[in-house]
């Protein structure tokens, strides 16, 4: 074996760009193509634009909710993460696996109860389940905290893809970034027009070329390699090489002891905490049926062993000799820079296509679900109560755009580390929504100040230890996995957290209750989280 | 088996058979120590890899009976339930 690893190196890749450059042209079009598709009733509603009229069956749910989970991040973080440390990173899959049942379990109550009162967000849910509209500022608050380093952490992933083909760089000059500032524009354009469509409608393309570039990684870089067995064996080796300033082994492709309580805590909080994203919630309130989210979600695990292989290209990554060294110093190159050493320039472009689109999609998703939350739970609830429908849908027009470039001014202005640092904290954060918006579903025995005080303790705690994790390379957030309090053992955060919150939640529950604290009105009943749509039924929403 | 239609209990053996479905990927996810070894290797792959891969397979197949099981429960209920009152679902969920 002795390929070129440094790809990186050299001036502008001239056929991988021109490719990169003409699929994102086609899939601009779509974008705003997709304004005229599928239309239905009241085109001022925010259903229409923020969740594409509810009108969405089995096939198209398929690519949006898969459109979540695959985002262009994940393409690059997650065998980023495999090369850097080795199996831990793997944890992806499992949480992957345990996404699905949990879906089964909770989506379709939170689906009936949504389109029986017209709840567009979460934190809609929230309001009129535990009657309170601050409990529902702070789902709505941490919803868009945590959604915003999503959006940039897209953007990172096309940096990274301009990065290797010979444009823009790590550095942050604007000549540099003008390829991904023309990106970007284009993709606040189409979603200003077309709302929850354009994604919907890209994601087909997308997940195309994301199919044809991992079945032809799977089989054609581990021939060009010489085998899996030889990819397992350097990548164990290279990780076991001990490193001169931590002067520990970077990782190893099996869980060494004490890493499998944070392996097990980061896939299940990791599960629980995706779909409290609003952009995750959106994929399931725009579906037409009840049944059609259980019925798609074993066909979605398609997309979970495709993510397993997905990882595994970190490890080619080492079997093809690169070291961070030789990635310009940040691992996230690892795949983009893989592509390029391995392919024909012809289809690197569309394996590098597929990245740059991969991030199109989710962030467009995400700006939606942020500009809905803005929309409906603190422009509506706080500022301008009697906003006409018309209204709702531009603001959510509107903030959609001021989202989308803040994450991009995030990306500029500071730098990928925090990028990655802030979506590793939103992780943490999400995840203490979960008490209210999973356990609202189930029962209304948590009175609403109880549920505000546990969120309140997880995030503080939560934020706390994050930013007091450093590194011999970092100073903050420098891990995901902390020390449970009083033991010798490391967990996820997020989950350590949601336990700190729950036992805040419980104590506080059962004090309001004795004192006969007031427990707001509750605007559901228990038939409405199995409500299902049988004939048309008009289509409302919840008035504020 | 009594001749005469009786309605559905709320745990019958279709809503237990969905629920196990549903929560035996999750337990075979968290229980980590049954496979964090390279051996048994397949096809180069060490085992801890393989068997998430399979895993995951297994999960899909898993939520299809899942969802057969759901709904073929559902549909009985239905029979027994007139059109405008909702009962009381407490296990839909799984």
Known sequence: MNLEASPTAGGVHGVELGIVTGLFVLVAVLGFLAARWRRTGSQKDLHEWGLGGRSFGGFITWFLIGGDLYTAYTFVAVPASLFATGALGFFAVGYTILVWPLVFIFLPRLWSVSRKHGYVTPADFVKGRHGSRGLSLAI?????????????????????????????????????????????????????????????????????????????????????LGGWTRIFSSASKRLATVNPTTHAPAGSTLLAHGNT??????????????????????????????????????ALTVYSLMLGFVALLGYMAIAAGFTT????????????????????????GIALAAIVIGALVPAAIMS?????????NIFVDFIKPDASPKQQTDVSKWVSLLVKFGALAFVLGLDATSAINFQLLGGVLILQTFPAIVGGLYTRYFHRWALLAGWAAGIVYGSVVAWKQSSATQHHFASQVALI???????????????????????????????NAPAGVDATSPADYNHDVEQEEPLKVAAA | MSGAPTPPKTITPLRLFATLCVLAPIAAVIAVPTYNSATPKLGGFPFFYWYQLLLVVATGILMVAAYWAVKVDEGRRKRFRPAETPGNDEGAGA
Do not use: C
């Open chain 1, 140 to 224: 709505a608050v941490t919803g868009i905290v945590a959604t915003m380093p999503y959006i940039a952490l897209q953007l990172v992933g096309i940096q990274s893809v301009l990065y290797v083909m010979g444009v823009g760089s790590n550095s942050s000059s604007f000549e540099q970034d003008l390829p991904l500032f023309i990106a970007f524009i284009i993709l606040a354009a189409f979603t200003y027009t077309s709302g929850l469509r354009a994604p919907a409608m890209i994601a087909f393309v997308k997940d195309l070329l994301i199919y044809v570039t991992i079945l032809v990684a799977v089989i054609y870089i581990p021939m060009r």
């Open chain 1, 261 to 298: 309580l944070p392996f097990a805590t980061l896939a299940i909080g990791s599960a629980m905490a995706l779909f409290m994203y609003p952009h995750a919630q959106i994929g399931v309130l725009a579906t037409k049926q009840r049944s059609t989210v259980r019925r798609n979600v074993s």
């Open chain 1, 485 to 515: 309090p009083w033991t010798h053992q490391k967990a996820y955060i997020a989950v350590t957290a949601l336990v700190v919150n729950l036992v805040v939640l419980l104590v506080a529950n059962v004090v309001l209750r004795a004192v």
């Open chain 1, 368 to 376: 939606i679900a942020a500009a809905n939350l803005f929309t409906r």
């Open chain 1, 325 to 348: 060294k030789s990635l310009g110093g940040n691992t996230q190159h690892a795949v983009p820079a893989l592509f390029d050493a391995m392919f024909p320039s012809w289809f690197a």
